[in-house]
């Protein structure tokens, strides 16, 4: 998922990926703390998917004000 897609997205579909990532990465959490996680390195790019999506968030928030 890159920024430029997302920016393409409406607010409402951005809110939707965000509780989807959100809910991705606690059952990934849950998985690590059960050693049951088989990519470790899917923890980190789903933080960064959400913070990506926050910051366009942010960036849309800014431009209506």
Do not use: C, W, Y
């Not at 959100?22 to 789903?46: C, I, M, S, W, Y």
């Amino acid at each position: 998922m890159t920024a430029k897609e997302l920016r393409s997205k409406s607010t409402e579909e951005l809110q939707q990926e965000l509780v989807a990532l959100k809910d991705e990465l606690f059952k990934l959490r849950f998985q690590h703390a059960t050693n049951q996680l088989e990519n470790p390195q899917r923890l980190g790019a789903v933080k960064r998917d959400i913070a990506r999506v926050n910051t366009i968030l942010r960036e849309i928030e800014l431009k209506a004000n």
